[in-house]
């Protein structure tokens, strides 16, 4: 239908069935399609596990897919200039709905936490026993205490 799912949004682990319909409803399905990482973009879990927040995860989402999409538009505007006798329509709007949002990115990051918390908690201790064992052996007490 012309509405693609109305809407309300489903996620599937099987691409092939999107595969073999037409790009122009595979575009307008409001799907998320991911491979057998269960829904989780490492990329953004990575960014956050180095001190991004999941705002500036956002921010930095829009800004580059307005990016790629202005690219986009000055290419069509372009081709159109280029090719005489053709019909200029108005470009579309920058579709929101491909940012990585803030809360998907939060609860992406608490999923992986969770699937991976006994890792994560092994690489944390490693990391704290390396800077805890830092001792300075050069001072001499002073006195003894009593």
């Known amino acids: 239908d012309g509405d693609g799912c109305g809407g309300s949004g489903w996620q599937t ?16 399905l ?18 956050m596990l180095l001190n991004n927040t999941a705002a500036s995860i956002e921010d930095t989402s829009r800004a580059e897919i307005t990016r790629l ?9 372009r081709k159109v200039a280029a090719t005489p006798g053709s019909v200029r329509k108005p470009f ?18 608490i999923r992986d936490y969770i699937n991976n918390k006994d890792g994560l908690y092994r690489e944390m201790a490693s990391l704290i026993s390396i800077i805890a064992i830092s001792v300075d ?3 001499k007490v002073a006195q003894k205490a009593k």
């Open 137 to 139: 052996h050069q001072y």
């Open 92 to 109: 579309p709007a920058v579709n929101q709905q491909f940012v990585a949002k803030a809360v998907a990115a939060m609860k992406a990051f």
């Open 13 to 28: 682990f099987e691409s092939t069935y999107v595969a073999t319909l037409p790009l122009d409803i595979q575009q307008r």
């Open 69 to 77: 999409y202005t690219g986009l538009e000055v290419a069509y505007q």
């Open 30 to 47: 409001n799907a998320i399609i991911v491979g057998a990482s269960g829904g989780i973009d490492m990329e953004l879990i990575m960014r």
